[in-house]
Nanobody, 123 residues
Framework: QVQLVESGGGLVQAGGSLRLSCAAS????????MGWFRQAPGKEREFVAA????????QYSSSVKGRFTISKYDARNTMYLQMNFLKPEDTSVYYC????????????????WGQGTQVTVSS
């Protein structure tokens, strides 16, 4: 069982940066693959980034690749999403998610979710 809490969202100007955090509690955090998803009003939840259970491999959507970086620190029980060169199109509620062992880019595969944190990027 894993409980997740996101933080670090806010308002930033286009071209700026934000670092989102996802704090996890529960047993066997190191055995969970984790991901970031986002959902804007009126749109479906979309994949942003994912990381393997051991932190050895990452995957990004084409829209954020080269700008965002996902990382996982088991000793801190924390996952991060470093977002650089932000665009207004990045405005969304961002959610962190976790699932045992196997990495996935599909939200339906994840069984643990945070409450979401708002990211707003102004022009």
């Amino acid at each position: 069982q894993v409980q997740l809490v996101e933080s670090g969202g806010g308002l930033v100007q286009a071209g700026g940066s934000l670092r989102l955090s996802c704090a996890a509690s529960g047993r066997s955090f190191s055995n969970y693959a984790m991901g970031w998803f986002r959902q804007a009003p009126g749109k479906e939840r979309e994949f942003v980034a994912a990381i393997t259970w051991n932190g050895g491999s990452t995957q990004y959507s084409s829209s954020v690749k080269g700008r965002f970086t996902i990382s996982k620190y088991d000793a801190r029980n924390t996952m991060y999403l470093q977002m650089n060169f932000l665009k207004p199109e990045d405005t969304s509620v961002y959610y962190c998610a976790a699932r045992p062992w196997i990495t996935s880019t599909f939200s339906s595969d994840y069984n643990y979710w945070g409450q979401g944190t708002q990211v707003t990027v102004s022009s």
